[in-house]
């Protein structure tokens, strides 16, 4: 059974940082693109960033546009875990947070198989 487990979120004031991270079991996860959407009350859940699985090159990521600069997405295949370092936090950050993983990079939703349950990420003016 795979799961998807993430931590991390809570409040912070704007201009504050927070760290998720996801914990993945059941999986190959080395085998899976990793990526972090997210969902404001009221709206679709929305792409944040993903990362391609690890090749002889490195691997390659991918933001939207509102968060490049401020946040950054990595993995750890050793621990099975991919995080998201959020710096510079705004108001308009504030979501639940999902980790998806799926054996297509991308950036639609629909292309992830594996979803966790969701962190709420609150940042306060």
């Known amino acids: 059974q795979v799961q998807l487990v993430e931590s991390g979120g809570g409040l912070v004031q704007a201009g504050g940082s927070l760290r998720l991270s996801c914990a993945a079991s059941?999986?190959?996860?080395?085998?899976?693109?990793m990526a972090w959407f997210r969902q404001a009350p009221g709206n679709e859940r929305e792409f944040v960033a993903a990362?391609?699985?690890?090749?002889?090159?490195?691997?390659?990521?991918h933001y939207t546009d509102s968060v490049k600069g401020r946040f950054t997405i990595s993995r750890d295949n050793a621990k099975n875990t991919v995080n998201l370092q959020m710096n510079s936090l705004r108001p308009e950050d504030t979501a639940v947070y999902y980790c998806?993983?799926?054996?297509?990079?991308?950036?639609?939703?629909?292309?992830?198989?594996?979803w966790g349950q969701g962190t709420q990420v609150t940042v306060s003016s």
């Open positions: 998806a993983g799926g054996r297509v990079f991308s950036t639609t939703a629909d292309h992830y198989e594996y």
């Open positions: 059941g999986v190959t996860f080395s085998k899976l693109a």
């Open positions: 990362v391609t699985v690890v090749t002889w090159s490195g691997v390659g990521t």
